[in-house]
């Protein structure tokens, strides 16, 4: 039984077409936000396209996460319905003396937002592609040949496959990540990243 949730998670993205409902890609949509009100989750909209002109042409989706999935279904079993349907989870790892230049490279290669860093099967930290523009700003001389374990988030807030679909929601909600590693301690495995538009692939 489907235990209701009052949480939405929003995207914005392009449209196929003009006046379709589907997207060209789910992994082109933008997370937005994730709101416990419907009115909330279309204020949070509308406020953004004011401000940006470019979502002029763009189009928000809610999602009621309630609608989309079992909120008790454990991870592992997501990650298992991804697999089955040939998806994929983000699953990037890094050395921390790997350079940031390699790292945007990396990402870029994989389409993908983060990645771990990981010494010895230990979960040291994570790289963003926000830590990595952060880095960039500082305007460091040589900072693209700088080691990622300087500009790394070193405390890294991560769940192991065990947690549950909606403590995992809650997590990235309140602690304001895009991003949650899925990496058990004990056995040091590292199972990959998950993130809001993982939530829409097993739909």
């Known amino acids: 039984m489907k235990q209701k949730q009052n949480l939405y998670l929003v995207f914005g993205g392009n449209l196929e077409k003009i006046g379709l409902e589907n997207f060209s890609n789910v992994k082109s949509l933008e997370y937005v936000g994730i709101y416990e009100s419907l009115k909330e989750a279309k204020k949070a909209w509308k406020s953004k396209s004011i401000k940006n002109i470019d979502y002029a042409h763009k189009k928000f989706k809610l999602v009621p996460l309630f609608n989309v999935f079992d909120p008790t279904e454990k991870i592992i079993d997501y990650i298992e319905k991804l697999y089955l349907k ?54 460091r001389e040589n900072i693209l040949e700088t080691k990622l374990k300087i500009f790394m988030t070193k405390k890294v807030i991560s769940i192991n496959i065990n947690y549950s679909l909606i403590q995992a929601i809650e997590i990235l909600k309140s602690s304001g990540f895009r991003h949650l590693p899925i990496y058990d301690d004990k056995k040091f495995k590292f199972y990959g990243i998950i993130s809001y538009k993982d939530f829409l692939l097993g739909t």
């Open 86 to 139: 040939k998806i994929k989870i983000d699953k990037i790892i890094f050395n921390p003396d790997e350079t940031i230049i390699s790292a945007s490279k990396k990402l870029k290669k994989f389409n993908a937002g983060a990645g771990v860093v990981i010494e010895n099967k230990k979960l040291l930290g994570i790289i963003t592609e926000r830590d990595i523009i952060s880095a960039i700003a500082t305007k």
